[in-house]
């Protein structure tokens, strides 16, 4: 019976040890912040200039202040960094993402690049219970996500309000009788390209535009001249691609070749990037591209600074990146309202708060933001935002694109 | 005139693929070494092209006298450390293509690594004679021009001096049959990392004509090895004209299809005509017949 008792206590006790929850083994010294990005493979160039360049400023901030006050701490608690490489690979992503969930048990995680791969990380965030401020993601389906993951939050506007910014701006432009009708469009066969196409046709349709060009190319394409060269036998005064960096960087140098400048030239994701100035120089002022920035704000010049002496004199892009650092500002806010490091609450806090971030006051409404920069042009040798128009900072479009010099 | 614009643009094109070809097809033609890291060397090259211009302003036709020899070299002496033990070693031909296969795989990771390390993930991209050129009434960047010329005289120049000269035909020789070739008294071993090392010559060329228009990053190697090996399959393994003439008519049919037809169908075609080419020749345009 004494043998039996001693047994049955042992059981107990063990019962009693698995079925309360787990210490927080992270304890009060550091905050534990993982990220799995792509440091090699084809999303790398990406990856690097526009999110892992603002959370290496980011780090740096939060620590050189001395860390995140924490209530519950009484004091403020350093970050400390686990990273992890996915490859460009989205099985590697998930790897990573579960390692730092179940053996690294990191109290925050910060999103990969691309919206694929946001679309992949989002249900397991979700299962962890991890805020997921996914920035890089342009996607139509963000709101129904939103609903799917409450702990989603997505900050960068989606497919169709980018296409919708664009066509709204060119229909003012035909109504002031500066341009006509006619479009001429090319798209790069990749997520981005086709959606915001899709949404582009349907847009066009509806505000009467003729898209007399309408053609898809594959990414990795080495050469547009061909597709140059047939839009601008059609003497639309506007052409749209929407294309990503490299060829971005190519057409416009091909365009610059051709003497193909119309008064409307739009080049989407890259146009933002500062290798896109660094290469152009004066060949840059008047083109337009996706995203854009109140470049006149003192706290993002401030930023832009910081952001090259953390990088090796690399300067943010002026789209995206800043909006990933905004990202991190909101969840260092909400981690401070909150006082610890209760992911649910900090959650509920990033729903319902509002936020001051270098791109100005953000509040997310049914985890979306609103107004999200969409069209910016090169302007005096600053990338500006122009559409919407209603957002702080935006500046009047410069027209007609000036001749190539 | 349509057709004429065509044809030259597709020259250009090809003549991009052509460059990016002639190395490979002397490193697995004569040294039968499948060289996988090929494209992660011309990234290298390209790099380092941007560092030269970028960082001290030497244009890169000047910095294509100081990066070949280094190319040799560097290329020389892998061959030497890194791959004599597989050609040592290797029972025939076939086995060595394997181990080289392998081997080289793993030098492309070593590559791009060193690459990132050093230059990070991030997308470089300088414009250098970005100028039009009006050839028979058609524009043509006269850097993209600049690379298509260099190929056709580089690849001409290696073909003649291949059947034309002792050196070079000591070299076809060792492609036919190392041994046969070893018993009239050519050292193929140092025939061997002689071509090697002038097919990394020939690639770090090719990256830095390639650099003066094109947007690269650490990461794109990958993308010019598969290019390079459709356009050394098609013509012919070995072959420098080949390499040249498959080259070419990739890059004109690809042009070709985005204007008459589809720029959505141009990596179809181009595939397409690489099957259609096979099952015609099997052994590329200008390949020798099955030994």
Known sequence: MHGSFTRILAATAMLVAVALPPVVANGQDVIKIGWAISKTGPYAAGANITLLGAYKVWVKDVNDAGGIMLQSAGKKVPVEIIEYDDRSNSEELIKALERLISQDKVDFILPPWSTAFNLAAGPILNRGGYPHLAVTATTDRAPELAKRWPNSFWLLGTATEAAVSLVDLLTKLRAEGKIDGNVAMISVADQFGIDVSAAARDAFKKANFAIAYDKSYPLGTQDLQPLLTDAMRTNAPTFIALSYPPDTLMINEQAKVLNYSPKVFYTAVGTAFPLFKQKFGANAEGVMGTGGINADSQEFKDYVKRHAAVNNGMEPDRWANPVGYASLQILQQAIERVGKLDRAAVVKEIQSGSFDTIIGPIKFVDNLRKNAWQVGQWQGGEYYGVAPGSNAGARPLAFPKPAWK | ?291
């Open chain 2, 1 to 291: 005139m349509l057709a004429l614009d065509i044809f030259l643009s597709g020259l250009v094109l090809g003549g991009m693929y052509a460059l990016a070809a002639l190395g490979l097809t002397l490193q697995y033609g004569v040294a039968r070494i499948m060289n996988l890291s090929y494209g992660e060397f011309l990234v290298a090259a390209a790099l380092g092209s941007y560092s030269l211009y970028a960082g001290i302003g030497v244009s890169p036709m000047v910095g294509l006298v100081v990066v070949m020899p280094v190319a040799f070299a560097l290329n020389w002496l892998i061959y030497r450390i890194l791959l004599m033990p597989l050609v040592r070693r290797a029972k025939n031909r076939d086995v060595l293509e394997v181990d080289s296969i392998l081997a080289t795989f793993g030098l492309l990771f070593v590559v791009q690594g060193i690459a990132l390390v050093i230059f990070g993930g991030q997308y470089y991209s300088f414009s250098y004679l970005s100028i039009p050129v009006s050839v028979l009434g058609s524009t043509v960047a006269l850097n993209r021009l600049i690379a298509l010329l260099f190929a056709a005289v580089i690849g001409s120049a290696i073909y003649l001096s291949l059947t034309r000269t002792r050196g070079g035909t000591a070299l076809r020789a060792v492609a036919v049959d190392p041994v046969a070739a070893g018993l009239v008294a050519i050292d193929v071993k140092r025939a061997c990392a002689f071509a090697f090392a002038l097919g990394g010559a020939l690639v770090a060329a090719a990256g830095v004509l390639i650099s003066m228009f094109l947007t690269f990053n650490a990461s794109m190697g990958v993308v010019f090895t598969m290019k390079a090996l459709i356009v050394v399959i098609m013509g012919g393994v070995g072959n420098m004209l080949g390499a040249l003439v498959a080259g070419l008519l990739l890059g004109v049919g690809e042009t070709a299809v985005a204007r008459l037809l589809d720029p959505g169908l141009t990596l179809a075609a181009t595939y397409c005509l690489f099957l259609a080419v096979l099952l015609v020749r099997p052994t590329g345009l200008f390949g020798r017949q099955a030994r």
